[in-house]
Nanobody
């Protein structure tokens, strides 16, 4: 069964930084596009950043461009989200997602999420 385990969340002051990690297992990580989403209380889950299988292309939500960086290490089966210049509005539960193609079927798999709180 696919496993995605996020870590690295926590409480940080405005302007601070955090690095989230998502450790993947039980699937061919290098074949899966990966992305980070977030969901704040009372709001819908939104895409934050995405990265291709080889890590050669990324895209970001406008709200995080220039502050967040998504990367991946296919040798370690891990995707990262470096978050700098954090703002209170970045407070949310952050989830990683894998898109896996198996027997011609495309499926999304999600981690359990990690809480990020930006507050003074």
């Amino acid at each position: 069964q696919v496993q995605l385990v996020e870590s690295g969340g926590g409480l940080v002051q405005p302007g601070g930084s955090l690095r989230l990690s998502c450790a993947a297992s039980r699937f061919t990580f290098s074949s899966a596009p990966m992305s980070w989403y977030r969901q704040a209380p009372g709001k819908e889950r939104e895409l934050v950043a995405a990265i291709t299988r080889a890590g050669d292309s990324t895209n970001y939500a406008d709200s995080v461009k220039g502050r967040f960086t998504i990367s991946r290490d296919n040798a370690k089966n891990t995707v990262y989200l470096q978050m700098n210049s954090l703002k209170p509005e970045d407070t949310a539960v952050y989830y990683c997602k894998a898109v896996i193609v198996s027997i011609g079927r495309i499926s999304d798999y999600w981690g359990q999420g990690t809480q990020v709180t930006v507050s003074s």
